[in-house]
């Protein structure tokens, strides 16, 4: 596929590390052969994030969603095994599944009637003349399934390439901070009700970056920051400031985080004054237990550090004054769409699910005093592309100099687009 | 007597969406019970809101009036980013019914639908609500408010000014 970007020695990016400078080509955000070429290059190649396992617990549970641009069915059949299908009919391709999730013994295309269980078996269809007879027990008008399904820790991805390497070589690094997500919990994470939807006007990868990016806080983000500053016991009393710095590392495969030291209160197991002395008691107890099931260190570092994880290429999951899993689609190239969800313990105490989610609502989500402020940031950024073609590169030096990064560092990025740009040049 | 006071609902309400829609923050929040719970649930499934808060997620939730003046303290200090410029916006109300309650409050369904412009730009919102009404020495307010937001695919953001 012809990719309409000046190409020069390091491919589609500038990667100079003899001057520690790294460009980005503007036009990659506003070019829809760009995006047409990432949808074959990236998004038909990758694993994707598709589901939470614990959003379809039980057999015949379905939801349906869009992942990496394309409309699937992701279910437990009748025996409880995890699939994934193409939301098309074999029949004349109409989509069979037009509910966001439930719990069906059959999906029954709305135009001829074609019925399928949850497993995408071709069951009945309403005609009784018309088809030989062993027509339909050949399994070639099944739903179509994607190419590959699999789970790490009950996050369910799936891939559309036969030839995909296995998920867990796929998540490379990643996978010791999904272990300390999945570890928050002794007997399992759940996505709670409800979800947060919403839409920008830019590019997906602007997201991507955006998530994990700790050098916009103090700037895009000052209006939270003072508001948290005036609220009496927002704040842990004995928080030190150095823990903010953090890190910043590559995790390999186009992953990336950023881990760094809470201020704020952290459900898992981190109090803060504004809690009193009741919500104290709990906290203490679920730290103790994080003790216990992890061991001091470990315990330690999940309750007090915050991490922003990037998971190449469509999966955020902030593990911050709440947890966050957001996954975002392309609509197209000036215009993306966003579903985030709510991650708890599922043994969650009520009192402590409460301050999670008074956490969630305050920083994140449409109407939260964060997000807001983030996307009418990418939206600006969008619009700044509009000067195409005289400013031609986005500058994501930050940090290239540096042996270590920290949260204000821009490796993280560096991570994204290295991967990006080895995919697209492929 | 019945009717007076729905009448005087309505016209709070009404005084409501001109308040917001003429950026009157403190008049705005002044029309609330220091009480009062201001909920927007999130969308479940295709038919049902969430339904607890606490427990589930929603859009929007203050248990009481200090989280609506948070909100008014951080559009006081005009560096958000997303409220810069604030839309312009116009909040229409309509559909009144009216649900007494025992304890002398009165709560009052109705449908609403507001425009927001902002750089060229049109957003709306749209849904239905519920108005918790309640008589006080300092006349009626406001003792809650949940808003019922139909069209959830939120472009840009959503603040109390834009339902």
Known sequence: MSIPLPSGPDGYIKDD???????????????????????????????????????????????????????????????????????????????????????????????????????????????????????????????????????????????????????????????????????????????????????????????????????????????????????????????????????????????????????????????????????????????????????????????????????????????????????????????????????APSEEHPDVRKFRQYNFLEFLGPAGFATPDDVEMLELCQQGYQNLPEPMWNDISKGMSQAQNGVNDELQMRAFWRQWNKLMAA | MSNEIEEAAVALIVNEGACLDQRDWDQWISLYTEDAEYWVPAWDDEYTVTDDPQTQMSLIYYGDRSGLEDRIFRLNTETSLASIPLPRTCHMTTNYRFDAQPNGDLKVHSAWHTYSYKLKAINQFFGHQEHLIRPTDDGLKIAGRKIIVLNDMIANVMDVYSI
Not at chain 1, 43 to 70: M, Q
């Open chain 1, 17 to 343: 590390r003899a001057n520690s400078e790294f460009l980005v080509p503007r036009k990659a955000f506003t070019s829809p052969e760009v995006l047409a070429a990432e949808r074959e290059q990236i998004f038909n190649t990758c694993w994707l994030y598709a589901a939470h396992a614990s959003e379809i617990p039980k057999a015949n549970d379905f939801i349906s969603r869009r992942v990496g641009g394309r409309e699937l069915i992701i279910s437990r059949n009748a025996e409880g095994e995890l699939g994934a299908h193409f939301n098309t009919c074999s029949h004349r391709g109409a989509m069979v599944c037009r509910e966001k999730m439930g719990n069906t013994k059959r999906f029954v295309c709305p135009y001829h009637g074609w019925t399928f269980d949850t497993g995408g078996v071709m069951v009945e269809q309403p005609a009784d003349t018309g088809f030989p007879d062993d027509f339909f027990s050949k399994g070639t008008k099944n739903l179509r399934s994607v190419a590959k399904v699999d789970t790490y820790r009950d996050f369910v991805f799936i891939t559309y390439n036969p030839n995909a390497k296995t998920l867990i070589e796929y998540l490379a690094g990643v996978t010791e901070y999904i272990d300390i997500v999945a570890d928050q919990s002794a007997v399992g994470m759940e996505i709670t009700e409800g979800n947060h939807e919403y839409s920008m006007r830019a590019n997906w990868k602007l997201l991507l970056e955006n998530s994990a990016d700790g050098y916009h806080g103090l700037t895009t983000h000052a209006t939270y920051f003072d508001y948290l500053q005036a609220t009496n016991g927002a704040f842990r009393t004995d928080f030190d400031p150095a823990t903010m710095a953090g890190k910043c590392v590559d995790l390999g495969n186009g992953h990336a985080a950023i881990e760094y030291g809470a201020p704020w209160g952290r459900p898992v197991a981190q109090w803060v004054p504004q809690w009193g002395e009741e919500g104290r008691a709990t906290v203490d107890e679920l730290k103790a237990n994080l003790v216990a099931r992890c061991g001091e260190d470990k315990a330690t570092r999940i309750a007090e550090k915050n991490r922003n994880i990037l998971i190449f290429p469509n999966l955020v999951i902030n593990d911050i004054m709440a947890l966050t899993v957001r996954t975002f689609q392309p609509v197209d190239a000036g215009y993306l769409e966003v579903n985030a969800w709510s991650l």
